[in-house]
């Protein structure tokens, strides 16, 4: 895992404890859809269909979205079981995060 990958995980531990995420797939789902969620972060071992939903409500909804991590790590990181997805609901954080993966793909944060 590179260290920018150690470091958005880090970052998801500090946002955890600022009760700036929300996580599990009924919560990230929630987040996307009201308008809260700055940033989804879904697991490398999402299974396909997870994967899918959650790209096409990123797209819609113009939500930034990445494949990072393994469940356990995502979950070891919240402090919870594992997590096949999770959304950072803070601006700040969301952006720290997606300057440490550098990814750009449609993402809102390009032009600022």
Do not use: W
């Amino acid at each position: 895992m590179s260290d920018n990958n150690k470091k958005v995980l880090n970052l998801i531990g500090l946002a955890t404890r600022a009760g700036k995420t929300a996580s599990g797939e009924f919560s990230t789902e929630k987040a996307v859809k009201s308008g809260k969620a700055y940033l989804v972060i879904v697991s490398e071992e999402a299974s396909d269909n997870t994967r899918k939903k959650f790209t096409n409500m990123c797209t819609y909804y113009q939500v930034p979205i990445c494949f990072l991590g393994k469940k356990d790590e995502l979950g070891h990181h919240m402090g919870k079981e594992m997590r096949a997805s999770l959304a950072i609901l803070d601006e700040g954080f969301a952006k720290a995060m997606v300057k440490q993966m550098n990814i750009n793909g449609g993402s809102k944060y390009e032009s600022q």
